[in-house]
């Protein structure tokens, strides 16, 4: 499985982004897709996550009103929509598959994904 992600970039507070992952190897469409991000000096955290089929979506309380996860099955490829970007939102942002189609719960969990992409960096300056 290969996930590649892009759209990261540079951008000033208040200004949006979309992050794109495109997967192939695996049967795209059958399994939960996951965006986390780490910081400098930080953890890698969850961020957003969708299920197979788009019904659940999940995502950090930081990020809430503000980021949307979506998936298109038919072009292999999960999107995060990032708007009203904050300094703190600076990290490098990485795709990930989940194990399973994903439920609610196990959708926030890093320990459930298998695959993971490159990263793509995200710098918000104030």
């Known amino acids: 499985v290969q996930l590649q992600a892009s759209g990261g970039g540079l951008v000033q507070a208040g200004a949006a982004l979309r992050l794109s992952c495109a997967a192939s190897?695996?049967?795209?469409?059958?399994?939960?897709m996951g965006w986390f991000r780490q910081a400098p000096g930080k953890e890698r955290e969850f961020v957003a996550a969708?299920?197979?089929?788009?019904?659940?979506?999940n995502y950090a309380d930081s990020v809430k009103g503000r980021f949307t996860i979506s998936r298109d099955n038919a072009k292999n490829t999960v999107y995060l929509q990032m708007n009203s970007l904050k300094p703190e939102d600076t990290a490098v942002y990485y795709c990930?598959?989940?194990?399973?189609?994903?439920?609610?719960?196990?959708?926030?969990?890093?320990?459930?994904?298998?695959?993971w992409g490159q990263g793509t960096q995200v710098t918000v300056s104030s």
């Open positions: 990930a598959q989940h194990r399973t189609g994903g439920h609610y719960y196990t959708l926030t969990l890093r320990s459930e994904y298998v695959y």
């Open positions: 969708i299920s197979w089929n788009g019904r659940i979506t």
């Open positions: 190897g695996r049967t795209f469409g059958s399994y939960g």
